[in-house]
């Protein structure tokens, strides 16, 4: 079973840019997750995705954007680049869990994308 | 209401020796407590997770202590092994927040030979 995989593994982008970055969840995974990991801190939430929908988004600007795919795939944007942006960027994926479910699983994590602004 | 608190922050331990980390959390509504481990250049993998309607949950080497009433829950790790070393978070999710995970800072994990 392949895992979550993440393209690039490794972007480097200028000042003001738009960095774009893919993931592919494990094959009947819904939910897609982004976390934001800077060099030595832990991981910050960013953006779920499941069935398409953004669910939910950590405390991050605007030019923290996303999108699901009718595949599940999910792709992270990032407009404007900042240099405090520079960080792993990880996505995960879960089971589809919600309301009727009522319970919480463990992610499976891609090995993230490391992005560079200079 | 939605920190996870985790200690300490690094850890050196020998090889062979019990490596034990703490968690603290707020929020009564969470319902799912995992552990991750993460090598450097990897992202973190599951490791062991634990439901609070369980006080313990044991796989090989690796345990969870889980602290319902003092909302505190523990990974020990026995018998530590150079290849342990790692950074580990601790996490919580449940229904609040809409099933976000909130993760721990880390733990980073040196094991002597």
């Known amino acids: 079973e392949a895992g979550v995989t993440q393209s690039p593994t490794h972007l480097i982008k200028t000042r003001g840019q738009q960095a774009t970055l893919r993931c592919s969840p494990i094959?009947?995974?819904?939910?897609v997750y982004w976390y934001q990991q800077a060099l030595g801190l832990g991981l910050q939430f960013l953006l779920w995705?499941?069935?398409?929908?953004?669910?939910n988004r950590g405390n991050f600007p605007p030019r923290f954007s996303g999108r699901q795919f009718p595949n599940y795939s999910s792709e992270l944007n990032v407009n404007a680049l900042e240099l405090e942006d520079s960080a792993l960027y990880l996505c995960?994926?879960?089971?589809?869990?919600?309301?009727?479910?009522?319970?919480?699983?463990?992610?499976?994590f891609g090995s993230g994308t490391r992005l560079t602004v200079v | 209401q939605q920190q996870v608190k985790q200690s300490p922050q690094s850890l050196i331990v020998q090889k062979g020796g019990i490596s034990i980390i703490n968690c603290a959390y707020e929020n009564t509504a969470f319902d799912y407590f995992p552990w991750y481990q993460q090598f450097p250049g990897k992202g973190p993998a599951l490791l062991i997770a634990?439901?609070?309607?369980?006080s313990e949950k044991k796989e090989g080497r690796f345990t969870i202590s889980f602290n319902k009433s003092a909302k505190q829950f523990s990974l020990h790790i026995m018998d530590s092994q150079p290849g342990d070393s790692a950074t580990y978070f601790c996490?919580?999710?449940?229904?609040?927040?809409?099933?976000?995970?909130?993760f721990g800072a880390g733990t980073r994990l040196f094991v002597k030979a």
């Open positions: 996490a919580a999710s449940g229904r609040t927040g809409g099933f976000k995970t909130i």
């Open positions: 995705y499941d069935e398409g929908e953004e669910r």
């Open positions: 094959s009947g995974h819904t939910s």
């Open positions: 995960a994926s879960s089971w589809k869990f919600g309301v009727t479910q009522g319970a919480a699983y463990g992610y499976t």
């Open positions: 634990i439901r609070p309607d369980v």
